[in-house]
């Protein structure tokens, strides 16, 4: 079992920045992509960006040139620097992890959501 733990939404103004944060614990090999998803007022659940244990990282077009992930040296936190901030990003962000639970076992796991609000 994985948990994650989101941290770092807010309110801020356009053109602002955030750094969103997610931990993750539990019971696992490894994890091999953690990423970010939100969903907007309106919008289906979509993906702004991902980063393999590798280091591969993908993009929304949305949100490309504004938005950069990282993940820490364990492996288990994955961040989400935020700039330029338009009131379009604002929705839930979900953190999203891709974990070998066992050698033969995959699944994913989802965080419970932090809120970004981007004022106009």
């Known amino acids: 079992q994985v948990q994650l733990v989101e941290s770092g939404g807010g309110l801020v103004q356009a053109g602002g920045s955030l750094r969103l944060s997610c931990a993750a614990t539990g019971t696992f090999f490894s994890i091999n992509v953690m990423g970010w998803y939100r969903q907007g007022p309106g919008n289906q659940r979509e993906l702004a960006a991902t980063?393999?244990?590798?280091?591969?990282?993908n993009y929304a077009d949305s949100v490309k040139g504004r938005f950069t992930i990282s993940r820490d040296g364990n492996k288990n936190t994955v961040y989400l620097q935020m700039n330029s901030l338009k009131p379009q990003d604002t929705a839930v962000y979900f953190c999203n992890a891709d974990a070998r639970v066992t050698v033969a076992s995959r699944m994913e796991f989802w965080g419970q959501g932090t809120q970004v609000t981007v004022a106009s």
């Open positions: 980063i393999t244990s590798g280091g591969a990282t």
